[in-house]
T-cell receptor, first 113, second 113 residues
Framework: AQSVTQLDSQVPVFEEAPVELRCNYSSSVSVYLFWYVQYPNQGLQLLLKYLSGSTLVKGINGFEAEFNKSQTSFHLRKPSVHISDTAEYFCAVSSPFGNQFYFGTGTSLTVIP | DAGVTQSPTHLIKTRGQQVTLRCSPKSGHDTVSWYQQALGQGPQFIFQYYEEEERQRGNFPDRFSGHQFPNYSSELNVNALLLGDSALYLC????????????FGPGTRLTVL
């Protein structure tokens, strides 16, 4: 079985400051890892994904994440946030052999002017 | 190119009623997955349809059923509605019975009174 833990439920950060949203996963098999963003009253938009290869993954809107197999982590980072980054962020895990997504409970990012 | 579309956007039902939600996948996609997102929670996998058959199912009771049509669109049916069924229902589409590239629709907000 697979699971995801998002370590912070809420993250407030000042505009133009860096941010890191933490995600740890649990799996007995190889994994695919994802970060999605959800703006109020909208569906999920894919920010980035790790399937294989380079452990540093770059996504849209200046976000990046690093897959760390030894620490079973996939933390999301952005060097300088904007007001428009205020949203809910979800980490998710899947596997190459299965076709279910397991989502974390989400991290609410609030960018303060 | 239309993305994933869902209808209706909002729905209000009373306990014990039945509801049908609809999803049209992104052009070129043949696999549809359904998720339930309760308020303040991450999405939870309900089931996935591929080639008009339910291929995998999450931990949801038989009151939740679905269907996929030859044009790959899908329906989610929920019988004997409970208050706890109130949630945002998300549809996601992908290609070839995989989830490594999954696109989400905007969701249907179901309120059970």
């Amino acid at each position: 079985a697979q699971s995801v833990t998002q370590l912070d439920s809420q993250v407030p950060v000042f505009e133009e400051a860096p941010v890191e949203l933490r995600c740890n996963y649990s799996s007995s098999v190889s994994v695919y890892l994802f970060w999605y963003v959800q703006y109020p009253n909208q569906g999920l938009q894919l920010l980035l994904k790790y399937l294989s290869g380079s452990t540093l993954v770059k996504g849209i809107n200046g976000f990046e994440a690093e897959f760390n197999k030894s620490q079973t982590s996939f933390h999301l980072r952005k060097p300088s946030v904007h007001i428009s980054d205020t949203a809910e962020y979800f980490c998710a895990v899947s596997s190459p052999f299965g076709n279910q997504f397991y989502f974390g409970t989400g991290t609410s990012l609030t960018v303060i002017p | 190119d239309a993305g994933v579309t869902q209808s209706p956007t909002h729905l209000i039902k009373t306990r014990g009623q039945q509801v049908t939600l609809r999803c049209s996948p992104k052009s070129g996609h043949d696999t549809v997955s359904w998720y339930q997102q309760a308020l303040g929670q991450g999405p939870q996998f309900i089931f996935q349809y591929y080639e008009e058959e339910e291929r995998q199912r999450g931990n949801f009771p038989d009151r939740f059923s679905g269907h996929q049509f030859p044009n790959y669109s899908s329906e989610l049916n929920v019988n004997a509605l409970l208050l706890g069924d109130s949630a945002l229902y998300l549809c996601a589409s992908s290609w070839g019975h995989t989830t490594d590239t999954q696109y989400f629709g905007p969701g249907t907000r179901l309120t059970v009174l």
